[in-house]
């Protein structure tokens, strides 16, 4: 048997990924995947970051907030998100990351694929077909089926949504473990899921822990970051 602990939208939230790396235990898992957003909206992306770097079990991607930030320190002018309390954070995030880890996010690619048991896996922020897509778990039948029938992949492991689920469609496995760092359901906890894979077999489940989220809210109060923000934190929705 297989064992991938699945972890996505992190959003430099280090106290809700420390407190799942704490509850699983690394030794378990046969891969740690990383569906993107690494970054923003919490203030501890070289934690994060460094987590993953340093984890030789992680396949990572880069997500949508990710590739904004490598932006701005690439000295291109950020058109996107036009509000103010965003694009704050995301200059404030591009001030404090180190060196080492704006080098890990520029060699990350934005999709990857791995093979399992002969199950091949697409590894995606968006969807197969569009980066930017947010595909919710309610999204019409046929989307899923136009996935289905298009790609040449068994399971969809995406991100983006910050909404758990997982569905069969026409034989493929999609697979959103929710957000670690940014809830938007109105559920502050934070969220992972796990895959196993037997012969050619697949179980996936999904967990919900809570963490310490004023270690969040105190380092946004403590750097002056809008108050929004630990608001959203504390009642694990986005307002912004
Ligand atoms: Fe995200």
Redesign the pocket.
């Known amino acids: 048997m297989l064992n991938l602990l699945v972890l996505g ?1 992190i ?1 430099s939230n280090w106290p809700a990924l420390k407190t799942i790396a704490k509850y699983i235990g690394n030794d378990r898992f046969d891969g740690i995947i990383n569906t993107g ?1 690494f970054t923003v909206y919490g203030t501890f992306p070289n934690e994060t970051i460094r987590w993953f770097r340093k984890n030789k079990k992680a396949i990572c991607i880069l ?1 949508n ?1 990710d590739l904004r930030l490598l932006r701005i320190l690439h000295g291109k002018r950020l058109k996107r998100p036009r509000k103010e309390e965003k694009r704050v954070m995301y200059f404030w995030t591009a001030e404090q990351l180190s060196p080492k880890n704006q080098r890990f996010l520029e060699s990350l690619p934005t999709h990857r694929e791995i093979t399992l048991n002969h199950i091949r896996i697409g590894i995606f922020h968006g969807t197969y077909d569009d980066p930017d897509e947010t595909l919710y778990p309610d999204a019409p039948i046929h989307r899923f089926q136009k996935l289905a029938h298009t790609t040449p992949y068994q399971m969809h492991i995406m ?2 949504a ?1 909404t758990p689920f997982y569905k069969k469609v026409s034989g493929v496995h999609f697979v959103n473990p929710g ?1 670690v760092g ?1 809830m938007y359901d109105g559920d502050p906890r934070t969220s992972f899921a796990i895959i196993r894979i037997f012969s050619k077999k697949v179980a996936v489940e999904h967990f919900r822990i809570p963490y310490p989220v004023r270690k969040v809210t105190t380092s946004l109060e403590k750097n002056g970051l809008p108050a929004i923000y630990k608001k959203m934190y504390e009642i694990g929705r986005k307002l912004n």
């Open positions: 939208d959003h957003d997500g907030t991100g983006h910050h957000s940014r």
